[in-house]
């Protein structure tokens, strides 16, 4: 716990002519530049008076200064020309070792009065660092029985720049016996691998000296080399293998001794002892690894011996050989990638590097009271800083520019009520579990007396029923003023502002005096569902003081809006043979209204064979749910109906007048199936008997007669005594074994155009001669042997009667069918 205090009565006064005399500002700038590493002394960085927009004049009056964290005699500032020049050797690496961004961090202070800056001084990398190797040369050992393609990972090189100047690439020497293979290690860089193309020969060639190189991709480019000395064994055998060549294993820092890295398992084709194996590290891994881990040379088990930090190294990379124990041992190798991942060990570390007591209570808001900084040596979120302010108070802490804050006075002071604050700085990382750490800062307030009103909030939120009555109080809002006598006094205004194309006040007004929220006008959630109503409250003091709050009036909708229907026809009139499930109309509902309210339900009334049936939100269509008969309806009057979710809901009606439209599907039909006529013998030619009447279309009625001609001389409906039946069905007349009837039927139900049909009996209509011919046929059945043509007479009378009975198209209809009717007559004639 850290307690700040001035001490001394030169540094009390000093302060005060500081916070009192002038007005104390806290600068927030920021300022960037950069510069590059191994610049010499008196480089030019930048104007950093001119940037920061400071008078040359006034920075040694003002004791203008620079801080940096760490060393501080990297750069320096002429007061003369307010330049920030290169002092002393910079060295990134030295500076950064291999992080991606290095920056070197000022504090620029100045003071009367007191302002802040903060400056960030990039350092920009140069090629300026060459590939370098562990060692200057590497020996590798291999049998000259090894198979080609076999592999042979050697140790890479480094590189102290960053970016491009650290990309290597790595080339080998000419030769017959190997080529170079690369393996990107993910974001590790790349491990260089040797692969045998030829086979070798002790006895030719005992031993191969071979150059590798890394060569950087910086600007010149900057190489490295190491000699690989190759020694060639006499041996036959197979040599151990991994089951993997490079192992990446992930492991959190601080873990205990002796915890499994990874277990390690190789094997060898031979047999006996030739196929024992013992594990060990390469030649190529340095002390400080072979500190921190251990291997098990009968179990291949890799386990930690030391301290892991990540702060101190995040990776590890271990090359383990594997050797048989043959008479000529053999050797496998493979490589161990270890990445050591964070834990939250470090509590980050607070510093308060100025404070100014005591603080005015009339003080401006911002007024810089202390300048913090905060830091942890963790990575990531473990590494993130939070800073806060306990307890609340009207301070608060705000983040200049990285891990550094400032804090400041946040609202009006008021001594009459507290006169000193214990204010508590909390630092915690963003760890899991996180770690912090406090510093306390004790911090005195001088007495004036400034009180502004004051509300219990900034916003509020009023609820009202649209088709309210004028004038209705909704709200009250209410604001406190901490003086006495006339400076405690508040009257209320409304802060006018534009609705639309309307004033605010024209919708709601404020009283004065006791802060009630009037509504002017009746409200109309259609036209506006919230309105913001900013209220002023102004103390009597001298200069007045003033607070705001923001009333937020929210509209409630009410069910006021009917619903709207609009039917759009697709085919109409509709034929009675449509199919069900066929679309008759679209229907379209809405509602202004929203919610419950605006929530439209459709129906179809009365029960017709219709349906409407939903397609997409308020959208419908008026389908076919049954079978159409134009005969038994021929025009159906739905009404449709929507009616929305509100209490008391509200409905609207919309009429949709169906016609059906006829096709042929009914035959002609008589009256009845029979009829019996009684005539005289020795009637007078021509002479009328009996009537018979079907609805029918002409065409059918003279094909039917056509196909139901009686013979020439038996007269219109054939002899007396049979009774000639015709069957609009067939198309054909019968005879029937029954004494002096004579009939002609039809089925099916009648048609519109309704036609008279008045056989006349033939002349010389004897009662004997008939019975005499009756005497001589016994035939009975189809006639379609007989000649026709006599029976024409009649139908053109009838033709001629509809003829001139009816319309011009409809005789123009028939015409054609009476030219059918000869054409036929003709054919028949001369069959």
């Known amino acids: 716990m850290l307690v700040y205090r001035p001490s001394g009565l030169s540094t009390w006064r000093l302060l005060l002519s500081f916070l009192f005399v002038a007005a104390w500002d806290a600068g927030s700038g920021q300022v960037h530049y950069s510069v590059s590493e191994e610049a010499k002394h008196g480089t030019f960085v930048g104007r950093i008076a001119q940037d920061l927009g400071l008078e040359l004049a006034e920075l040694v009056p003002r004791l203008f200064r620079i801080a940096s964290k760490g060393r501080g005699d990297f750069l320096e500032v002429n007061l003369q020309n307010g330049i920030l020049f290169v002092n002393s050797r910079i060295d990134r690496e030295e500076l950064c070792g291999r992080r991606a961004e290095c920056s070197i961090h000022l504090e620029v202070i100045v003071d009367r009065p007191l302002q802040v800056f903060h400056v960030e001084v990039e350092v920009k990398d140069i090629n300026d660092n060459r590939p370098v190797f562990s060692t200057s040369e590497q020996k590798l050992s291999i049998l000259e029985s090894q198979p080609l393609d076999s592999r042979f990972p050697l140790e890479g090189a480094s590189d102290a720049d960053i970016g491009e100047n650290a990309i290597l690439t790595y080339g080998l020497s000419s030769n017959e016996f190997f080529t170079l293979d690369i393996i990107n290690k993910k974001d590790k860089g790349k491990l260089p691998v040797l692969v045998l193309s030829k086979l070798l020969d002790r006895e030719e060639n005992p031993q191969l000296r071979l150059l590798l190189t890394a060569t950087d991709e910086g600007k010149p480019e900057l190489t490295g080399s190491v000699t690989l000395l190759i020694l060639v064994?006499?041996?036959?055998?197979?040599?151990?293998?991994?089951?993997?060549?490079?192992?990446?294993?992930?492991?959190?820092?601080?873990?205990?001794?002796?915890?499994?890295?990874?277990?390690?398992?190789?094997?060898?084709?031979?047999?006996?002892?030739?196929?024992?194996?013992?594990?060990?590290?390469?030649?190529?891994?340095?002390?400080?690894?072979?500190?921190?881990?251990?291997?098990?040379e009968r179990t291949g088990e890799v386990r930690i011996n030391d301290a892991i930090d990540f702060e101190d190294s995040n990776t590890y990379e271990i090359h383990v050989d594997v050797t048989d124990k043959g008479n000529l041992p053999m050797v496998g190798h493979c490589t161990i990638l270890v990445e050591i991942l964070d834990e939250n060990d470090n509590s980050p570390v607070v510093v308060v590097t100025s404070l100014a007591l005591p603080v005015r209570e009339d003080a401006q808001v911002g007024t810089v009271i202390s300048l913090i900084s905060v830091s942890d040596r963790d990575s990531g979120a473990n590494g993130q800083v939070t800073c806060s302010l306990t307890p609340r108070v009207p301070f608060k802490l705000v983040s200049t520019f990285k891990n550094y804050y400032s804090l400041v006075l946040d609202s009006s002071l008021d001594r009459e009520k507290v006169s000193e604050y214990a204010l508590a700085l909390i630092a915690k990382d963003g760890g899991s579990p996180s770690l912090s750490t406090s510093a306390s800062v004790s911090v005195e307030v001088a007495d004036v007396n400034d009180n502004a009103p004051t509300f219990a909030q900034p916003e509020y939120t009023v609820f009202v029923k649209e088709n309210n009555p004028p004038g209705c109080h909704i709200f009250t809002v209410s604001a406190r003023d901490a003086d006495a006598q006339e400076n405690a006094l508040v009257s209320y205004s409304l802060v006018e502002r534009r609705v639309g194309e309307r004033a605010l006040s024209s919708y709601v007004s404020v009283h004065a005096e006791s802060g009630k929220v009037y509504v002017n006008g009746t409200l109309d959630y259609e036209e506006n569902k919230f309105y913001e109503i900013e209220v002023q409250a102004t103390d009597k003091g001298n200069p007045p003081m003033a607070g705001h709050c923001t009333v937020w009036v929210e509209i409630l909708d009410a069910n006021d809006n009917a619903p709207e229907i609009t039917v759009t026809s697709l085919s109409l009139p509709v034929r009675e043979d449509t199919q069900p499930s066929t679309v008759i109309s679209l229907i379209s509902v809405s509602d202004r209204d929203s919610g419950a309210n605006g929530q439209i339900i459709c129906f179809l009334t009365p029960n017709v064979p219709f349906k409407i049936v939903s397609t997409f939100k308020n959208y419908y269509s008026l389908v076919l749910d049954g079978t159409l008969d134009r005969e038994s309806v021929s025009v159906y009057k739905l009404v449709v109906t929507a009616r929305d979710g509100g209490s008391p809901s509200l409905s609207a009606t919309a009429s949709v007048s169906v016609e059906v439209a006829d096709v042929n599907d009914n035959a002609p039909a008589f009256a009845q199936p029979e009829y019996t006529v009684f005539v005289k013998e020795n009637n007078s030619p021509g002479c009328h008997i009996f009537t018979v009447s079907a609805l029918l279309v002409l065409t059918l009625l003279l094909y039917t007669a056509l196909r139901c001609s009686a013979p020439p001389s038996e007269g219109a409906c054939g002899p007396v005594k049979p009774r000639l039946v015709c069957s609009s069905a067939v198309g054909s007349w019968s005879y029937s074994q029954e004494r002096r009837q004579r009939v002609c039927s039809g089925e099916g139900p009648p048609k519109t155009d309704l036609m008279a049909f008045s056989p006349s009996l033939p002349p010389g209509l004897d009662r004997e001669v008939e019975e005499r011919q009756e005497a001589g046929s016994n035939h009975s059945g189809l006639v379609s042997s007989i000649d026709p043509s006599p029976l024409l007479e009649p139908f053109v009378i009838i033709i001629y009667y509809v003829l001139k009975q009816s319309s011009q198209v409809y005789a123009a209809r028939v015409t054609r069918q009476i030219r059918l009717l000869i054409f036929l007559n003709k054919v028949i004639q001369t069959c």
């Open 233 to 296: 064994l006499d041996a036959n055998d197979n040599a151990p293998v991994f089951d993997q060549t490079v192992y990446e294993v992930k492991m959190y820092e601080n873990s205990a001794n002796q915890t499994l890295v990874i277990w390690l398992n190789a094997s060898d084709a031979d047999e006996g002892i030739n196929k024992e194996v013992i594990y060990s590290f390469s030649s190529l891994v340095p002390s400080t690894i072979r500190r921190k881990f251990l291997i098990n």
